[in-house]
């Protein structure tokens, strides 16, 4: 069983910087991808990034590229996701997720989830 633990959410104004972390509570080489989903009130949860474990590759979602950078810090089995130039749109809350086959199957098929960080960005 893997844990996730996310944390550096909060509220900053529309331009401003966000970090997010997620602390993975065991190395697993089952994993395949460690990413992002995000789920605005009313809306469906949605893919924001990902990386895959194997060779570093990443995901992006149109709506975040170019803005949003996706990292692993092995030595803390941490995955980072660096928001900068953040817009009201990107207000939701955010999910750090782990699986064992691919990240991009549907997140109702996603093994391991965070508790989810708000991310709140005002205009």
């Known amino acids: 069983q893997v844990q996730l633990v996310e944390s550096g959410g909060g509220s900053v104004q529309a331009g401003g910087s966000l970090r997010l972390s997620c602390a993975a509570s065991?190395?697993?080489?089952?994993?395949?991808?460690m990413g992002w989903f995000r789920q605005a009130p009313g809306k469906e949860r949605e893919e924001v990034s990902f990386?895959?474990?194997?060779?570093?590759?990443?995901y992006y979602a149109d709506s975040v590229k170019g803005r949003f950078t996706i990292s692993h810090d092995n030595s803390k089995n941490t995955l980072y996701l660096q928001m900068n130039n953040l817009k009201p749109e990107d207000t939701a809350m955010y999910y750090c997720a782990a699986d064992r086959r691919g990240c991009r199957r549907g997140y109702n098929l996603i093994d391991y989830w965070g508790q989810g960080t708000q991310v709140t960005v005002s205009s």
């Open positions: 065991t190395y697993t080489y089952s994993i395949v991808c």
């Open positions: 990386r895959y474990t194997a060779d570093g590759g990443t």
